[in-house]
């Protein structure tokens, strides 16, 4: 007589796997293992007022970065939302659309769904398809022309032992620059890497420097799936991401939450990267001498005049220049 087959008892992951958080049993497996270990890089609010640093705010504004870009009315992280959101995003090949879904949501960020809710424009070069930035970003760069705008006079890029531009250092770097660089190191292409500036990243704070056009929500849609498809980077984008999920009803169930990093103000600025052999900035007052973590204001000194004296991802094949996330 023939033996009847018995169907295999399903593992204990299997048994665990709740259908209502993860699109697949290979979503899970993905969350318990490598993504929910992972940390997250909270982005920063920026807090400028019209008196302070013109000639940085003056550009948020001209680009319509002083609106949901840089500062969120919700300063509160779903930390379990994000990392499902990460686990089900996940494909090797990267051949899904910019979409995702998360407890039962259909979550969209690609580039007009960014672009719209972060109130950023798109301004396209005169008969192209491409911003400025974007054409930009897949040329060989000046890497002098880059050095005159972002370093203080006499200094540049630190060289590789076979005599190749690798990083700037962010003591090199002028006031303008370095300010431009924090942005960049929370909200625009996170990364917990902060001493100095690769090339890539060179080329996007030069950009926002000579005010080059750029398509600000596929830049940040593309490092999102970056994000996704690597196993070590802290997660980037946590704001933006619980934001967009609580917009089309997904529900907050867990008491994971964490808050914004600590805001960047004028008096951040002036005690971090106020670079004292930097010519072109000056600021009213002395330079007060760095305090330790808990020191640093969570929102915005006051109105104080300042005074101005003057006024590694391959390239994707259209668009804009990215940059991996950075291992911890």
Not at 153 to 168: A, H, T, Y
């Amino acid at each position: 007589m023939a033996s009847k087959k018995r169907k295999a008892p399903s593992t204990p992951t299997q048994a665990r796997y709740d259908r209502s958080r993860f699109t697949s049993q290979k979503a899970w497996e993905r969350y318990t293992d490598i993504v929910g270990p992972r940390k997250l890089l909270p982005k920063r609010n920026m807090i400028f007022y019209d008196t302070e640093f013109d000639e940085f705010k003056e550009e948020l504004d001209r680009r319509h970065w002083d609106e949901e870009l840089i500062y969120f009315n919700d300063s509160s992280i779903d930390i379990a939302i994000v990392k499902e959101f990460y686990a089900n995003l996940y494909d090797p090949e990267d051949k899904s659309p910019k979409q995702v879904r998360v407890r039962g949501y259909l979550v969209k960020f690609d580039e007009d769904t960014l672009n719209t809710y972060l109130k950023t424009l798109v301004v396209l070069e005169e008969g192209g398809n491409l911003c400025a930035y974007s054409r930009f970003a897949l040329l060989r760069p000046d890497l002098q022309e880059l050095a005159v705008k972002l370093c203080i006079p006499g200094r540049g890029f630190e060289l590789n032992v076979d005599r190749q531009s690798l990083k700037i250092l962010r003591k090199n770097m002028t006031t303008l620059a370095q300010t431009w660089s924090v942005l960049s190191f929370s909200n625009l292409i996170p990364t917990s890497h902060t001493s100095d500036v690769t090339l890539d990243r060179a080329k996007l704070i030069y950009d926002i420097i000579t005010k080059m056009d750029m398509n600000m929500g596929y830049l940040i849609s593309y490092q999102i799936s970056l994000t996704a498809q690597h196993n070590t980077s802290r997660l980037g984008f946590p704001a933006l991401i619980t934001t967009l999920c609580k917009a089309i009803g997904v529900q907050s169930d867990s008491r994971s939450l964490e808050n914004l990093s600590l805001a960047i103000n004028l008096t951040y600025i002036k005690k971090n990267y106020w670079n004292l052999d930097d010519p072109t900035v000056t600021f009213r007052g002395p330079r007060k001498a760095r305090g330790k973590r808990s020191e640093v204001p969570t929102t915005s000194a006051p109105p104080e005049t300042a005074a101005l004296s003057s006024s590694i991802a391959p390239v994707p094949p259209i668009q804009t220049l990215a940059i991996h996330p950075t291992s911890t």
